[in-house]
């Protein structure tokens, strides 16, 4: 195996990029801002300048290069066809072709959506480094789903395995998701479904007491630094997200049997105060089977994508 | 590749075997009873001897055979670790190792579950030939499922992927299942549970007419052909059926994004007003990245184990 490899973790606001020994060593990591005019068509440039960049400083050339793993915020099928990033304003686009025509030097290149990079990153690095499968769940502005499987990331046939925020956690709900539909699992336990539920909660229960009444403009964050202070309705308000989440777990863990659930984003630094309720409403409602499935915070933070994409090439 | 390849698909009651030419073409197929008693384990030799058999009558030796796949009743694990199949009496056992003391000759085998078998048969040579990945649910006296994801058979890190049987599909039911659980998917979407709610329904409807008033003992299948013939009850219990199921299908499609949704078991043999409203329900449920995915109904019955056996043995 050649010495080096790179992850290149493509969001919305950011690329982070990470130059590694193919031991697994990290060398150093970085970020550049992401250029989303024109249809991104910088996007991809500005990444390869990057890494061509570090490897001008380090004396190194495409011929010592592993490969390059790459994470972008949108569907990817298992032949790498990015099915549209709408962060980035890309359409559909075969990307090892574009890869290949914008640096031929590149060697081996393996591409999937963010949040299975982050998850294979977790296995690889963080979190479940004992694990061979996981599924990851990140609770930020929206709900986004890793998962692998049987030691591989999984696609699905439109690339959109994972896609469990829109899963209709309540058939009877009559708010709609802003995808149209309703009862969506995002809209209950991402961050702002848990801000949606407080402030819902905060009205309903109007005369209850809540150190969340104190706060100018609330926040998900403030709910979760309530419980852990022991605000009775805040506690309330995570076990409600614990139980819908939890559950909906089950449905996953029904197909594809992960070693262990790892629950990232911005909600997951709330810590156990969240993780617990969310791995008991699942071990209330899963099957004997896989009933003992372990839960995990997730620990790379923002770096677990570059560390993923590093892994891909590396299988 | 090797002129012959055989397909053992291994029940409660029977083991069906098929001899294939490596081209797919199904030369033979036959069955012998299952031999449950002491532990099961004459079950495998027994399956070895009626290969043996055949081998014989057609002069073949296992030089000339490819290989040997095999669909057990129970969860297998990716190496091919049989966790236990209760219906055969089988404790753990790693099968591979197994079949290699028993019959040495054999130079290349494979063992899954027996719904994840016909799921492979079902893409290979039935009712889903155009697809290379799907999720097939067999609606009989339970709920199995089998898994073709990213073009292989999924196992799970305990072989219970696809275990959706025992999925609640609602927190608030209060008649437990036979796993002990209260609102599994099995209660109500299986034949067994399509009984227990016609007769519930039946009971709770009193005056209602219905031609299912007329039987003496009420089958699903009694269920799915009054439907047919247009009786206002059945179609409501199979619009409720379908209402679950195609929901439940939704959190699979979320996970694990497959083509086509195959339903197979006995209960499929109702055909369209069956698959209509699991499809419409699955319709009204599903995020749009997968909506479309398409329905089908099983086309192989008992001969799709045969099949994805042998076709686990190709590749």
């Given at each position: 195996?050649?010495?080096?490899?790179?992850?290149?973790?493509?969001?919305?606001?950011a690329i982070k990029?990470?130059?590694?020994?193919?031991?697994?060593?990290l060398?150093?990591?970085?970020?550049?801002?992401?250029?989303?005019?024109?249809?991104?068509?910088?996007?991809l440039?500005?990444a390869l300048d990057?890494?061509?960049?570090?490897?001008a400083r380090n004396?190194?050339t495409w011929?010592q290069?592993?490969?390059?793993g790459?994470?972008?915020?949108?569907?990817?099928k298992?032949?790498?066809?990015?099915?549209?990033?709408i962060?980035?304003?890309?359409?559909?686009q075969?990307?090892p072709?574009?890869?290949?025509e914008?640096?031929?030097?590149?060697?081996?290149f393996?591409?999937?959506?963010?949040v299975?990079a982050?998850?294979?990153?977790e296995?690889w690095?963080?979190a479940a480094s004992h694990?061979s499968?996981a599924?990851?769940?990140?609770?930020g502005t929206?709900?986004?789903?890793?998962?692998v499987?049987?030691g591989r990331v999984?696609?699905g046939s439109?690339g959109?395995?994972?896609?469990?925020?829109h899963?209709?956690?309540d058939r009877?709900?009559t708010?709609?998701?802003?995808?149209g539909?309703?009862?969506c699992l995002?809209?209950?336990?991402s961050?702002?479904?848990l801000l949606?539920?407080?402030k819902l909660?905060l009205?309903?229960?109007?005369s209850?007491?809540?150190?969340?009444?104190?706060?100018?403009r609330l926040?998900a964050?403030?709910?979760c630094?309530?419980?852990?202070?022991?605000d009775?309705?805040?506690?309330?308000?995570?076990?409600?997200?614990?139980?819908?989440l939890g559950?909906?777990?089950t449905?996953?863990?029904?197909?594809?049997n992960?070693?262990?659930?790892?629950?990232?984003?911005?909600?997951?630094?709330?810590?156990e105060?969240?993780?617990?309720?969310i791995?008991?409403?699942?071990?209330?409602?899963?099957?004997?089977a896989?009933r003992?499935t372990?839960?995990a915070?997730?620990e790379?933070?923002?770096?677990?994508?570059?560390?993923?994409c590093?892994k891909m090439v590396?299988?």
């Amino acid at each position: 195996m050649l010495p080096y490899v790179f992850g290149v973790d493509i969001g919305g606001t950011a690329i982070k990029l990470g130059a590694f020994r193919t031991d697994g060593t990290l060398l150093e990591k970085w970020q550049i801002p992401t250029r989303t005019e024109n249809g991104g068509k910088n996007v991809l440039p500005d990444a390869l300048d990057a890494l061509r960049g570090w490897m001008a400083r380090n004396q190194v050339t495409w011929s010592q290069v592993e490969g390059v793993g790459m994470g972008v915020p949108g569907p990817v099928k298992m032949d790498g066809t990015v099915s549209g990033c709408i962060n980035l304003n890309w359409g559909e686009q075969f990307l090892p072709a574009v890869i290949q025509e914008l640096e031929p030097g590149i060697s081996k290149f393996r591409v999937t959506n963010d949040v299975n990079a982050a998850t294979l990153g977790e296995l690889w690095k963080g979190a479940a480094s004992h694990c061979s499968s996981a599924v990851m769940v990140t609770l930020g502005t929206g709900i986004g789903c890793g998962i692998v499987a049987d030691g591989r990331v999984m696609s699905g046939s439109e690339g959109a395995a994972g896609e469990i925020g829109h899963f209709c956690v309540d058939r009877e709900a009559t708010v709609p998701c802003k995808c149209g539909k309703y009862g969506c699992l995002e809209q209950y336990c991402s961050a702002t479904g848990l801000l949606r539920c407080a402030k819902l909660e905060l009205f309903r229960q109007s005369s209850r007491p809540s150190s969340l009444r104190d706060k100018k403009r609330l926040s998900a964050k403030d709910v979760c630094d309530a419980a852990r202070e022991g605000d009775a309705l805040s506690l309330e308000l995570l076990e409600e997200l614990g139980e819908k989440l939890g559950w909906a777990l089950t449905a996953m863990a029904s197909t594809v049997n992960p070693e262990v659930f790892i629950i990232g984003g911005g909600l997951s630094k709330a810590g156990e105060v969240l993780l617990r309720p969310i791995a008991a409403s699942y071990r209330k409602y899963a099957f004997h089977a896989f009933r003992d499935t372990e839960f995990a915070l997730a620990e790379l933070g923002n770096d677990a994508g570059i560390y993923g994409c590093a892994k891909m090439v590396l299988g």
